[in-house]
């Protein structure tokens, strides 16, 4: 399946030696990760910071970034774009298992029997904000629908994303470092 959204445009920003601001890059973000086995599935890294508080100058070093995590005590931002998810249930689980295998190794994507092949769990916040379409967050006991303006907020839940919407679909993402201690 071909993506049908317009490309993703990043726009960056920095100041000379003077402290005059002026625009470092623009254009298609530098990371875009896909995966045969997933037509019209694409990551597009934007950015991420090492560190809180944030290095402002901190060189941009996204196309290094591997899998779903931020770096410790830092974040990450990633616009991903959804194709609409296969009828077929065993399909799915063969798309969902591939793009875990290749992209997010990292995620803690320990299926119980029963859940949604999607499922799985990150010690961070995520900050998820729907910017095209129409996606359904999966929870242990319940989903919701998102439509495109509606942020949800992911707090180290085991979770999904479903499009079922027959159209694709575009999600921002803020995934932040987190911890379960107190």
């Known amino acids: 399946m071909q993506n049908e959204l317009p490309p993703v445009r990043r726009v960056v920003t920095e100041n000379d030696e003077n402290g005059k601001s002026f625009f470092v890059s623009d254009g298609a973000p530098t990371s875009i990760r896909e995966v045969a086995e997933r037509p019209g599935y694409r990551v597009n890294n934007i950015w991420r910071t090492s560190a809180s508080p944030a290095l402002i100058r901190a060189a941009d070093d996204i196309h290094t970034h591997q899998g779903i995590m931020p770096p410790k005590n830092g974040t990450v931002l990633r616009i991903i774009d959804y194709p609409p998810d296969p009828q077929d249930p065993v399909e799915l689980k ?89």
Do not use: C
């Open 94 to 182: 063969k798309q969902l298992d591939a793009m875990f295998s290749h992209l997010y190794k990292d995620a803690g994507h320990d299926l119980k029997e029963g859940e949604h092949p999607g499922m799985h769990i990150t010690e961070t916040v995520d900050y998820a904000i729907v910017l095209f379409g129409q996606m359904t967050a999966i929870l242990e006991s319940e989903e919701t629908v998102l439509n495109a303006g509606d942020v949800l907020i992911q707090r180290g839940t085991n979770h999904a994303w479903t499009n079922r919407s027959g159209k694709a679909a575009r999600i921002a993402f803020i995934l932040i470092d987190g911890s379960n201690q107190e």
